[in-house]
Nanobody
């Protein structure tokens, strides 16, 4: 059974940093796509960043570029999201999700005129971890 479990969320002041972890199990950690998503109250779930295991594709949403870094540790079957220079608008529940078959293993984001990270293309979800950034 595929499982993903997020951790690392906390209350932090603006300008601070957090590292979120996504621990996975139930599949071979060499060919996958893992995405980080977030959902603020009253808003739709949005893609933040993703990474593939075999083809080393990485994507960042505009909101994450220059501040967030995604990485993976194959020895721990874990994907991380390092978040620096946090802003109050980053406040949300952060989810990680996995997909272990299909085109997203080649490119974790959805290609097109406007490249995006689509939650509908990810199959296995964690329960989320709360990130709150105070002004």
């Amino acid at each position: 059974e595929v499982q993903v479990v997020e951790s690392g969320g906390a209350l932090v002041q603006a300008g601070g940093s957090l590292r979120l972890s996504c621990a996975t199990s139930g599949f071979t950690f060499d060919d996958y796509a893992i995405g980080w998503f977030r959902q603020a109250p009253g808003k739709e779930r949005e893609g933040v960043s993703c990474i593939t295991g075999k083809y080393d594709h990485i994507y960042y949403a505009n909101s994450a570029k220059g501040r967030f870094t995604i990485s993976s540790d194959e020895t721990k079957n874990t994907v991380y999201l390092q978040m620096n220079d946090l802003k109050p608008e980053d406040t949300a529940v952060y989810y990680c999700a996995a997909v272990i078959e299909g085109l997203r293993l080649l490119q974790c984001s959805t290609p097109g005129n406007s490249e995006s990270l689509d939650p509908e293309e990810y199959d296995y979800w964690g329960a989320g971890t709360q990130v709150t950034v105070s002004p």
